[in-house]
């Protein structure tokens, strides 16, 4: 069955870096477009960045351009959110995402807090 598991999240301090990763497993990585979303206290869930199956073609939320970049390995089943000079406003949990065959599939998140 389709598993994606985040990790890389923790605790950064204002301007500082993390790199998530979000290991894919039961379905054809390769094949399918991959998105990263966010969710913070209190607030509805938002996509932060997309890549295409190929890794060719990314689009990010106006919020994180710039700042965020997203990036995949296909030979390692991956994808990757690279986040530099964090600010207290992209805490939240961070998951990662896929549509397959019409069913939307979840990893379990990663927290990131962004405090000095």
């Known amino acids: 069955q389709v598993q994606l598991v985040e990790s890389g999240g923790g605790l950064v301090q204002p301007g500082g870096s993390l790199r998530l990763s979000c290991a894919a497993s039961?379905?054809?990585?390769?094949?399918?477009?991959m998105k990263w979303y966010r969710q913070a206290p209190g607030k509805e869930r938002e996509l932060v960045a997309t890549?295409?199956?190929?890794?060719?073609?990314?689009n990010y939320a106006d919020s994180v351009k710039g700042r965020f970049t997203i990036s995949r390995d296909n030979v390692k089943k991956t994808v990757y959110l690279q986040m530099n000079s964090l600010k207290p406003e992209d805490t939240a949990v961070y998951y990662c995402?896929?549509?397959?065959?019409?069913?939307?599939?979840w990893g379990q998140g990663t927290q990131v807090t962004v405090s000095s």
């Open positions: 039961g379905f054809t990585f390769s094949n399918y477009a």
């Open positions: 995402n896929t549509l397959y065959y019409s069913n939307n599939y």
């Open positions: 890549i295409t199956s190929s890794g060719r073609s990314t």
